[in-house]
């Protein structure tokens, strides 16, 4: 089945950076695209990045648009999102999303925490 795990979420200070990585398992990775989104307390989820299944195109939120970068490694079936300029506001949890066949799945999250 499809398992999307989010891990190198963790505690930063304002101004610091992280990389938050998804691992796939039970699809074809390289053939679709993949989503990060955030979850910030008492708000709706954003959708913060995406990129197309080859890596060629990728699109931000206007929030996030010049400090997050998002890419990919098919050879490792992972996503990753490079997180840099981190502020307060980014402080949420970040969950891995692909959608096959009208069917979106979901990772149990990572949480990122930005704080002095």
């Known amino acids: 089945q499809v398992q999307l795990v989010e891990s190198g979420g963790g505690l930063v200070q304002p101004g610091g950076s992280l990389r938050l990585s998804c691992a796939a398992s039970?699809?074809?990775?390289?053939?679709?695209?993949m989503n990060w989104y955030r979850q910030a307390p008492r708000k709706g989820r954003e959708l913060v990045a995406t990129?197309?299944?080859?890596?060629?195109?990728?699109t931000y939120a206007n929030s996030v648009k010049g400090r997050f970068t998002i890419s990919r490694d098919n050879t490792k079936n992972t996503v990753y999102l490079q997180m840099n300029s981190l502020q307060s506001e980014d402080t949420a949890v970040y969950l891995c999303?692909?959608?096959?066949?009208?069917?979106?799945?979901w990772g149990r999250g990572t949480q990122v925490t930005v704080s002095s």
């Open positions: 039970g699809f074809t990775f390289s053939s679709f695209a």
């Open positions: 990129i197309t299944s080859e890596g060629l195109r990728t």
């Open positions: 999303n692909t959608i096959i066949v009208l069917t979106s799945y």
